[in-house]
């Protein structure tokens, strides 16, 4: 849903070809740049390609020019050591670090250590917009299809501390985050579920 705006799958183990309208679509027909950086992409222990899933597109599969930006985790400190970060960027964590099987801890200390030189970044600071969010809620908690998740949006135009009492879903985030890229074909059901404002409704 945070990539396509609808359910394409429930199933861990698919590993087929995604052809729905998705964010890689609209990105390129926008002319803007995206890459995934997936953490121990080429550890098959680590790395959950269901949690990729960028890596699914069609539009990535099928085209090598965009199966390069299918890329490992040390390329982001690159890129942003070099100003290079395309205009959307996608941050897998493996699963040591995600704090689905690993302790909430370690996921802290990989987003201090990978995401806190973005936050501290100039070129970010100025019109940079970071959303981190979960996929679902634990197992006892299902409402809506995957429970209450938290979402935290890290922008200069986000209100320090603001907490909304809206009901968001994943298509929201994708609805902003394209809208933030100014793209206004929206994938999915990411066109008529609540829109995010400037983050501070």
Same mark, same amino acid.
């Given at each position: 849903?945070l990539?396509?705006?609808?359910i394409?799958?429930?199933?861990?183990?698919f590993m087929?070809t995604v052809?729905?309208?998705?964010?890689?679509?609209?990105?390129?027909?926008?002319?803007?740049?995206?890459?995934?950086y997936a953490?121990?992409?080429?550890?098959?222990?680590?790395y959950?390609?269901?949690?990729?899933?960028?890596?699914?597109f069609?539009?990535?599969?099928?085209?090598?020019?965009?199966m390069?930006?299918l890329?490992?985790m040390?390329?982001?400190?690159?890129?942003?050591?070099?100003?290079? =970060?395309p205009?959307?960027?996608?941050v *897998?964590p /493996? +699963?040591q670090d995600d704090?689905?099987?690993? $302790?909430l801890?370690?996921?802290?200390?990989?987003l201090?250590n990978?995401i806190?030189?973005?936050?501290?970044?100039a070129?970010?600071q100025?019109d940079g917009l970071?959303i981190?969010v979960?996929?679902e809620?634990?197992d006892?908690?299902?409402a809506?299809?995957?429970?209450r998740?938290?979402?935290?949006?890290v922008?200069?135009?986000?209100?320090q501390?603001?907490?909304?009492a809206?009901f968001?879903?994943?298509?929201?985030?994708l609805? =902003?985050?394209l809208?933030?890229?100014? *793209?206004? /074909? +929206?994938?999915?059901?990411?066109?008529?579920? $609540?829109?995010?404002?400037?983050?501070s409704e």
């Amino acid at each position: 849903m945070l990539t396509t705006g609808q359910i394409v799958t429930n199933d861990n183990s698919f590993m087929g070809t995604v052809d729905v309208d998705n964010i890689v679509r609209e990105l390129i027909a926008s002319g803007k740049t995206w890459k995934s950086y997936a953490e121990s992409r080429n550890d098959l222990q680590l790395y959950v390609k269901r949690h990729d899933p960028l890596s699914y597109f069609s539009d990535v599969t099928s085209s090598s020019t965009q199966m390069q930006n299918l890329v490992a985790m040390p390329q982001f400190s690159a890129d942003l050591a070099d100003n290079s =970060l395309p205009n959307f960027c996608f941050v *897998v964590p /493996n +699963l040591q670090d995600d704090a689905h099987d690993g $302790p909430l801890q370690a996921a802290d200390a990989w987003l201090k250590n990978n995401i806190g030189p973005l936050v501290s970044n100039a070129t970010f600071q100025q019109d940079g917009l970071l959303i981190i969010v979960f996929d679902e809620s634990i197992d006892s908690d299902s409402a809506h299809g995957g429970g209450r998740v938290p979402a935290v949006i890290v922008s200069a135009q986000a209100r320090q501390g603001f907490q909304s009492a809206t009901f968001y879903q994943h298509q929201s985030v994708l609805r =902003l985050i394209l809208e933030g890229l100014g *793209v206004s /074909n +929206l994938p999915g059901a990411s066109s008529t579920l $609540p829109k995010w404002g400037s983050f501070s409704e």
